[in-house]
């Protein structure tokens, strides 16, 4: 086990970067292939604009790495974190400070994001895609990428946790972004059964539903459980009945240009139907989505 952190320990960026190009090329050739949606109009140029938040995602990564290193050595070196409260055998501690990493890193940090409203409108941006897949995982806000990049941390020092488990769960969990927003079909049997456990195709495409409630369901990333444990999973029967985007910004001219995208944080609130900061009490009391 120590030999396996070694080597995500020592992994040059340069691979973490190929191996990210490589997952989006291979998924981009099997939407060609399954795909859930047809989405073939203006593919490219839609791609384009969400590896534009790709790379913005990855500077902002990189412009961080540093306190985030310096985090996890804190930890390791002087065992801070719950992890090191009890002897734990490697194992355990590894896959333990996965799950932590996956519950306050991604699911916590997701959650609040849907609940506060200035965080909110950073977020908004990666809900505005109308055409979900492979390449809109890293669509986000670089705002928001500072707010993951600091919830990571905040899982670092929580949990205690060695830089060869951080970047071994930032590989694992770039490979379920890809997966869960790639625009494949995914076999319903095994769709479900997986999702007991970890995020699927179908559980996370619910998430992306135009309007409410189902936008602030399923905020998973790798783990489903957390979804499960605190009440906030749901499921469609049918994924192909889904409409993407956010009812708040449906028109391409907000939702597909690029300025307007960045921008969009700093733009006047508008509160979505189904309620969300809402001041209506009539739209609180009818959400809209798929029953």
Same mark, same amino acid.
């Given at each position: 086990?120590? @030999?396996?952190?070694?080597?995500?320990?020592?992994?040059?960026?340069?691979?973490? &970067?190929?191996?990210?190009?490589? /997952? +989006?090329?291979? =998924?981009?050739?099997?939407?060609?292939?399954?795909?859930?949606?047809?989405? !073939?109009?203006?593919?490219?140029?839609?791609?384009?604009?969400?590896?534009f938040f790709t790379l913005t %995602?990855?500077?902002?990564?990189?412009?961080?790495?540093?306190? +985030?290193?310096?985090?996890?050595?804190?930890?390791? !070196?002087?065992? *801070?974190?719950?992890? $090191?409260?009890?002897?734990?055998?490697?194992?355990?501690?590894?896959?333990? /400070?996965?799950?932590?990493?996956?519950?306050? /890193?991604? $699911?916590? *940090?997701?959650?609040?994001?849907?609940?506060?409203?200035?965080?909110?409108?950073?977020?908004?941006?990666?809900? &505005?895609?109308?055409?979900?897949?492979?390449?809109?995982?890293?669509?986000?806000?670089?705002?928001?990428?500072?707010?993951?990049?600091? =919830?990571? *941390?905040?899982?670092?020092?929580?949990? /205690?946790?060695?830089?060869?488990?951080?970047?071994? $769960?930032?590989?694992? @969990?770039?490979?379920?972004?890809? *997966?869960?927003?790639?625009?494949?079909?995914?076999?319903?049997?095994?769709?479900?059964?997986?999702?007991?456990?970890?995020?699927?195709?179908?559980?996370?495409?619910?998430?992306?539903?135009?309007?409410?409630?189902?936008?602030?369901?399923?905020?998973?990333?790798?783990?489903?459980?957390?979804?499960?444990?605190?009440? %906030?999973?749901?499921?469609?029967?049918?994924t192909t009945e889904l409409h993407y985007g956010i009812?708040?910004?449906?028109?391409?001219?907000?939702?597909?240009?690029?300025?307007?995208?960045?921008?969009?944080?700093?733009?006047?609130?508008?509160?979505? !139907?189904?309620?969300?900061?809402?001041?209506?009490?009539?739209?609180?009391?009818?959400?809209?989505?798929?029953?």
């Amino acid at each position: 086990m120590e @030999s396996f952190l070694d080597f995500f320990e020592t992994i040059p960026p340069t691979y973490r &970067t190929a191996a990210l190009v490589g /997952g +989006l090329m291979a =998924f981009w050739m099997l939407e060609s292939a399954i795909p859930l949606f047809s989405f !073939s109009k203006h593919r490219i140029r839609h791609a384009a604009l969400n590896i534009f938040f790709t790379l913005t %995602t990855l500077v902002v990564n990189f412009s961080l790495a540093f306190l +985030l290193v310096a985090s996890a050595d804190y930890t390791a !070196s002087n065992r *801070i974190g719950v992890l $090191y409260y009890v002897s734990l055998p490697t194992w355990l501690h590894v896959v333990l /400070g996965l799950m932590l990493l996956d519950l306050i /890193g991604a $699911y916590f *940090i997701h959650w609040i994001e849907h609940r506060i409203k200035w965080m909110w409108k950073f977020h908004l941006i990666h809900h &505005t895609d109308t055409h979900v897949d492979v390449t809109t995982g890293l669509r986000h806000h670089p705002g928001e990428s500072v707010f993951r990049a600091a =919830f990571t *941390i905040l899982g670092v020092l929580v949990a /205690g946790v060695p830089i060869g488990v951080v970047l071994l $769960y930032q590989t694992i @969990s770039a490979l379920f972004t890809q *997966i869960t927003h790639a625009n494949i079909q995914s076999p319903r049997a095994i769709d479900k059964i997986v999702s007991y456990v970890f995020v699927t195709p179908n559980m996370h495409k619910v998430h992306h539903h135009f309007s409410q409630p189902l936008t602030d369901t399923n905020y998973g990333n790798v783990l489903s459980i957390w979804d499960r444990m605190f009440g %906030t999973f749901t499921e469609v029967e049918k994924t192909t009945e889904l409409h993407y985007g956010i009812d708040t910004h449906m028109k391409p001219e907000e939702n597909n240009d690029l300025i307007n995208l960045l921008a969009i944080p700093f733009q006047e609130y508008r509160a979505p !139907s189904g309620s969300k900061f809402s001041e209506d009490p009539v739209a609180e009391d009818h959400p809209d989505g798929i029953a």
